[in-house]
T-cell receptor, first 115, second 109 residues
Framework: DAGVIQSPRHEVTEMGQEVTLRCKPI?????LFWYRQTMMRGLELLIY????????DSGMPEDRFSAKMPNASFSTLKIQPSEPRDSAVYFC?????????????FGSGTRLTVV | DQQVKQNSPSLSVQEGRISILNCDYT??????FLWYKKYPAEGPTFLIS?????DKNEDGRFTVFLNKSAKHLSLHIVPSQPGDSAVYFC????????FGTGTRLTIIP
């Protein structure tokens, strides 16, 4: 298995533009998570899906952020409009379970810079 | 409110010596605690975990200790090697995985 695949690896965009981050989870993993990494807050959970259904979006910072999972092999995180404070590394992770001793498998992340 | 805290943002250790990374948590309902390792430009990768019913778990050079009364866990790496230089995140498993802010470990040759 190729692991969790994220695209793009880097994204530079201007304030106000729409940004779409993409994720392909590991086949067979029922859970998909979107995390954001910042210096101040570390890895914070934005939203997670179970069997393509959003379960907990309490970490989504504001209405500018939205996430979808149209099928078991694809998810998107969209920011519209983007702001400089959204600059961070965004990780997608997948897992066969929500909790447990082996945690989640992470992708390599998308480094977003909003100028 | 941070439920999982790593109070040391960075740590430098001489090669061959012991590295000790610390983590504190507030929620006594967490059932597993995990450590992840992250290299630059890569995603975090799972390193080692411990069940809340245990106080120690060892895997090669890595040992995790859990002190439930103090709500504290630590990761010991011995002996430390240059390839251990990375950011280490502790995480707690409850309704979901909650991560700390990370500690950057630098092993000095």
């Amino acid at each position: 298995d190729a692991g969790v695949i994220q695209s793009p690896r880097h994204e530079v965009t201007e304030m106000g533009q729409e940004v779409t981050l993409r994720c392909k989870p590991i086949s067979g993993h029922d859970y998909l998570f979107w995390y954001r990494q910042t210096m101040m807050r570390g890895l914070e959970l934005l939203i997670y899906f179970n069997n393509n259904v959003p379960i907990d979006d309490s970490g989504m910072p504001e209405d500018r952020f939205s996430a979808k999972m149209p099928n078991a092999s694809f998810s998107t995180l969209k920011i519209q409009p983007s702001e400089p404070r959204d600059s961070a590394v965004y990780f997608c992770a997948s897992s066969p379970s929500r909790t447990g001793s082996y945690g989640y498998t992470f992708g390599s992340g998308t480094r977003l810079t909003v100028v | 409110d941070q439920q999982v805290k790593q109070n040391s943002p960075s740590l430098s250790v001489q090669e061959g010596r012991i590295s000790i990374l610390n983590c504190d948590y507030t929620n006594s309902m967490f059932d597993y605690f995990l450590w992840y390792k992250k290299y630059p430009a890569e995603g975090p990768t799972f390193l080692i975990s411990i069940s809340s019913i245990k106080d120690k778990n060892e895997d090669g050079r890595f040992t995790v200790f859990l002190n439930k009364s103090a709500k504290h866990l630590s990761l010991h790496i011995v002996p430390s090697q240059p390839g251990d230089s990375a950011v280490y995140f502790c995480a707690a498993s409850g309704e979901k995985l909650t991560f700390g802010t990370g500690t950057r470990l630098t092993i000095i040759p």
